[in-house]
């Protein structure tokens, strides 16, 4: 895992020489834009991810100079970003401060529209939650509706909690189809009619004016929360496999979100395991999503089930009306039924294949997995993991940890805070410091 000191490295370079989104700029011109240095995005960065600091802390986990990291540390006091804490340790015999994020300087709202829920969180600028909910929603029902019931679902939580809509500075959307990032629509989303380039930040800035909005893919969002506030803290190069209805990656490249030159890089779901497998609803034939995803596994364990392989999947089946869930398959598995167990290690090998090529491609350090498949537990997690041990180079595994998520069911809003957090401090044009270093 990447040393403090190289992720810092990685967030200056990243920042520097971002392409700037069009509505980046736009942001600018939102009330309460909180204007920084460089260096001064880099320390933010540092506490967001690790907590509180001391003046100490920082000089050694950065190459700044003391008086360069006292300057910064006064600015960010005097703009309100940064607080002091109480002094509570003792530093060498001498009490030492801390500081953290001022978590009072206003809130970001974390929107995770999936393809069947709204999942919202509400969080003061320290990235602490301070609420959450979430609704059945059908993504189908278009933009108009389901932003509009978002929003309106932010607006209940704020008045309910008495927090003002005029301090919500980010709002981060994660959206279950390709994205633009560089507009912030998507493209043809295949699940998702009605919102091929829909104008989604234009939509929600009319409900908060003073917000700056960011959209971007689900399983991107979902590998940023990992890397903020889950298993991947620290790490640099990772892959977050997100696997449900649909398969796909989030790539996290040298500390940031990859998304290639059209904004859809990690689409793993359609890469072909099986010229001969079942029909993908792509129209071509044998793609991962189509043998391993979770439609797949709960197919596959029915069939076994109605040719009278498995009594205790038929008892699942019957029980839920004539339907076979991919969780029934992961509860007959505990059990210790015999097809399910099967089926589950099947998938897993299917995963597993694809994996281990990207693994030999990309070099990662971690593999999160995520998203519904999750409660297939630890049989699935080991036959991915065998297969990418068996079938990827031994330079390329000797250091791979291959892991579920650990912001789990809420990696998606968790990953929606920290994607509005990225951008909701501006960089001041040349924002290289004076006193440069
Ligand atoms: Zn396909």
Redesign the pocket.
């Known amino acids: 895992m990447g040393t403090i000191r190289e992720v810092m490295h990685k967030k200056i370079r990243t920042i520097s020489l971002l392409d700037m989104p069009a509505w980046l700029y736009q942001a600018e011109s939102l009330p309460n834009r909180n204007f920084i240095t460089n260096s001064e995005k880099e320390l933010i960065d540092l506490v967001r991810k690790y907590g509180e600091f001391s003046k100490a802390d920082l000089v050694a986990f950065t190459d700044y100079s003391r008086t360069k990291i006292t300057s910064c540390i006064q600015s960010l006091l005097n703009k309100k970003i940064l607080i002091t804490n109480n002094i509570t340790e003792y530093s060498g015999g001498r009490r030492s401060k801390t500081f953290s994020l001022n978590g009072n300087l206003g809130l970001v709202a974390g929107v995770d529209i999936g393809a069947t829920s709204i999942d919202l969180a509400i969080a003061d600028f320290s990235g602490k939650s301070l609420v959450r909910f979430s609704e059945p929603a059908t993504v189908k029902d278009g933009p108009i509706k389901i932003l509009g019931r978002a929003c309106s679902l932010l607006e209940k939580m704020l008045k309910e909690n008495d927090l003002s809509p005029e301090k919500m500075n980010g709002i981060g959307i994660g959206v279950p189809g390709p994205v633009d990032f560089s507009v912030g629509t998507l493209v043809s989303p295949p699940i998702m009619p009605g919102w091929d380039r829909y104008p989604i930040i234009q939509t929600v800035q009319q409900w908060f004016p003073s917000a700056n909005v960011v959209v971007d893919n689900d399983v991107n969002v979902m590998a940023l929360g990992e890397i903020n506030q889950g298993a991947g803290k620290g790490v640099d190069n990772l892959i977050f496999v997100k696997i449900g209805t649909g398969i796909g990656a989030g790539i996290i490249c040298e500390g940031n979100i990859y998304r290639g030159s059209s904004g859809c890089a990690g689409d793993i779901?359609?890469i072909s395991v099986d010229k001969s497998g079942p029909l993908?609803?792509?129209?071509?034939r044998g793609?991962l999503?189509?043998l391993a995803g979770g439609p797949a596994i709960a197919e596959r364990a029915l069939m076994a089930a109605q040719a009278g392989k498995s009594p205790i999947l038929m008892r699942y089946y019957e029980m839920n009306g004539q339907v076979l869930h991919t969780e029934d398959v992961g509860d007959a598995a505990r059990e210790g039924d015999a097809v399910a167990i099967e089926v589950i290690r099947e998938s897993g090998q299917y995963i597993g294949d694809v994996l281990a090529s990207l693994v030999n491609f990309y070099n990662p350090e971690m593999i999160v997995i995520g998203g519904g498949v999750r409660n297939l537990g630890n049989l699935l997690l080991s036959s991915i993991r065998q297969t990418v041990l068996n079938r990827s180079t031994s330079l390329a595994t000797r250091d791979l940890h291959i892991v579920f998520s650990e912001t789990g069911p809420d990696a998606g809003v968790v990953g929606a805070v920290n994607l509005a957090m990225d951008y909701i401090f501006t960089l001041s044009e040349g924002s290289a410091d004076p006193t440069g270093e």
């Not at 993908?280 to 071509?284: E, S």
């Open positions: 779901g359609h993908c609803h792509c129209g071509n793609c999503e189509a």
